[in-house]
């Protein structure tokens, strides 16, 4: 059996979704495939923050910007895929005063808009924060549910024409007289297509598929945990207002919190080991901002791995690695037709997608321009049947699977 779907895109995380919605809209002929459920890679097992930017302000102001113009789109288009939680960054008596001030002024040198917030001020706002608070600011940060994010996008790219079909693993990709010309997918498609255009999505596992035809890629990946704990009542997501760090965020869901994270080189991202050190950890350093977490009943833990593109990375903890994409075009390594959309962060998706689509689409003489930013996504406005959704595409990945089909309440 062979078909040839003018574009195929591998692997079905949010980018991958993102980029086949984009290209559905568009008018293009798409077909997406991935190994597992939707989600199932990186987008489902991180700890589901909305950016406002504030992060990276100071170190990389271009990627702040970024992920605030695209926290504003996503409030505006995606609907229950998402929540307007809020965030405090927070300085303990130890931590330093200068860098706490830095942040602040880089995040407004950004645009980020933020409320300076005393003692006083801080602990009226989130009760329960740690005796060693001594100042805080706000920011617009919030909360993704990616397996409801990547789902919306699925359905949105299926309902312009696209093909989806998880539990279709790549098998092999074939490069021939220097360009892509077929990709055996097994699974649910059991079939070679010939695709003009082959868009390797898969985030840290793009090596696989680039092995596969022939190229180089150079990803760093990270793993870092994630521990959900039972507590209900804390609405602001927290960030410790520090150099990057082992257990340095709290993001609120809905009767638990997510505690996050290690930074922690792997060479295989489907193998490797996990610690009991990492889990202790992030409890014990989140606790330094919120004590009542270091206590409450543990729901369940879980690893990502980051999909750092760093083919000179030589660092040990992989923190210093820009969270900024990269769209390699393998025409230059002999494999015309194939491309890697590598690195980023959930936040960012919609943008590394329509970055992608418009070098696709120049390729392939297609002149429409995208409409993503702009059009909500597929049901965002109905979460019971984005749980449906979720549900038909795999299930609920780890990171949200205490909202994704929880019952409504009373």
């Not at 790549?170 to 297509?193: N, P, Y």
């Amino acid at each position: 059996m062979s078909d040839g779907p003018t574009v195929l895109v591998i692997g079905g995380g949010a980018t991958g979704t993102g980029i086949a919605r984009d290209l559905a809209i568009r008018g293009v002929d798409v077909t997406l495939v991935d190994r597992g459920g939707l989600g199932s890679g990186t987008s489902g097992r991180s700890h589901g923050l909305l950016h406002s930017g504030a992060r990276y302000a100071e170190a990389d102001p271009e990627g702040a910007r970024e992920c605030l113009e695209e926290n504003r789109t996503l409030r505006a288009i995606a609907g229950g895929c998402v929540r307007d939680t809020g965030g405090l960054f927070v300085r303990l008596d130890g931590d330093d005063p200068e860098y706490f001030a830095e942040k602040i002024a880089a995040c407004e040198e950004v645009g980020i808009e933020t409320e300076r917030l005393d003692e006083a001020a801080v602990r009226e706002r989130v009760p329960g924060l740690a005796d060693e608070v001594a100042e805080a600011f706000a920011v617009p940060d919030g909360v993704i549910y990616p397996s409801r994010l990547v789902a919306a996008n699925a359905a949105d790219a299926e309902r312009h024409g696209a093909a989806v079909h998880p539990h279709a693993p790549v098998e092999d990709v074939t490069v021939t007289d220097g360009a892509v010309d077929a990709v055996r997918v097994g699974g649910a498609v059991d079939a070679t297509l010939t695709p003009e255009v082959v868009v390797n999505a898969t985030g840290a596992w793009a090596d696989a598929i680039g092995e596969m035809a022939g190229v180089e890629i150079g990803m760093a990946p990270s793993r870092g945990v994630m521990v959900s704990v039972a507590y209900d009542g804390l609405e602001p997501v927290l960030n410790r207002c520090r150099d990057p760090d082992d257990g340095d965020i709290v993001v609120p869901h809905d009767g638990e919190v997510v505690l996050g994270t290690t930074s922690v080189p792997v060479s295989d991202p489907d193998d490797y080991e996990t610690a009991d050190w990492e889990v202790e950890r992030s409890v014990e350093e989140c606790a330094a901002m919120f004590p009542a977490v270091a206590d409450a009943p543990e729901v369940r833990r879980w690893w990502g791995v980051r999909p750092l593109y760093a083919p000179d990375e030589a660092g040990q903890n992989r923190r210093g690695i820009s969270r900024g994409f990269t769209l390699l075009d393998h025409e230059r390594d002999g494999a015309t037709g194939l491309y890697s959309v590598v690195g980023g962060k959930l936040t960012t998706y919609r943008r590394m997608a329509e970055a992608t689509v418009d070098e696709v689409c120049e390729r392939l003489g297609v002149e429409a321009a995208c409409e993503t930013a702009a059009e909500p996504l597929a049901h965002a406005d109905d979460p019971e049947r984005l749980d449906e959704l979720v549900a038909a595409y795999g299930g609920p990945n780890p990171t949200d699977s205490d909202v994704v089909g929880a019952p409504a309440d009373d």
